[in-house]
């Protein structure tokens, strides 16, 4: 069981740390246009994604930024992956905010509930 606590430790203190600036996520609408938004943790891109322009949202999810911050910044592979298959079906504008929100937010609330057991 230790073994188990302490890898869920190192996984969720690496997934939840704050970034470094030069690190955060930023939200663009289009190449060079950018919101003036940014996210620096895990618990900030949850934020942002809730009300960004949708513009944003729509944008990098074709261009597959959201997985690969994901992947190679938060080192959650598990989100990334996740993420993914969303852009895979490529929700329509309406569905993809919240789709997107729910995905965070649940795999927020898998590694909350595994740091209790």
């Known amino acids: 069981m230790k073994m188990v606590t302490r890898r869920w430790q190192e ?10 600036k030069e690190q955060a996520f ?8 950018c919101t003036g938004e ?17 513009k944003s949202l729509d944008f990098h999810l074709c261009r597959g930024d959201f997985e ?12 990334a992956e996740e993420v993914l298959n969303l852009r895979d079906i490529m929700p329509t504008r309406d569905v993809l905010r919240k789709r997107l ?3 965070v937010s649940k ?7 595994e740091e209790v057991v």
């Open 11 to 20: 996984e969720s203190y690496r997934i939840f740390r704050k970034l470094p």
């Open 26 to 33: 930023h939200f663009f609408t289009s190449v060079g246009n």
């Open 38 to 54: 940014s996210a620096a943790s895990f618990e900030e891109f949850l934020e942002r994604i809730k009300e960004i322009d949708i």
């Open 68 to 79: 690969k911050w994901i992947a190679e910044t938060l080192e959650d592979k598990e989100l």
């Open 101 to 103: 929100v729910t995905i």
């Open 107 to 113: 795999r927020r609330e898998k590694l909350v509930s």
